[in-house]
């Protein structure tokens, strides 16, 4: 359950974390930090930028995928391109040997 400063703060109360509190008001840890540290949240890793793209285009508006397909064509067609031939070959290398 993902959430925010307001009920990491109260989870540190409820589990008797004044100094980890007192540490955010002086500015020596950040919420984020305090509940890492306790638990409440995992840190998450980069996510590769394949994912990324994925994340966002499914995200966007037809009108937003039709600009990024209009801007990016030239490198789509050939990326398209290129596993097409990719598949051809690999398909062919595996028809029986004549």
Do not use: C
């Not at 793209?53 to 801007?71: G, N, P, Q, W």
């Not at 598949?87 to 062919?92: I, P």
């Amino acid at each position: 359950m993902a959430g925010n400063n307001e009920d990491y703060l109260r989870r540190l109360e409820q589990d008797g974390r004044a100094d980890l509190i007192e540490q955010i008001e002086r500015g020596e840890i950040t919420v984020y930090a305090a509940a890492l540290k306790m638990g409440y949240r995992k840190k998450r890793g980069a996510q590769p930028r394949a994912d990324q793209i994925t994340y966002h285009y499914s995200r966007a508006t037809l009108a937003e995928k039709r600009r990024f397909i209009v801007d990016n064509w030239s490198s789509v067609a050939h990326i398209v391109g290129d596993l097409a031939k990719r598949k051809r070959d690999s398909e062919k290398a595996q028809e029986p040997f004549e």
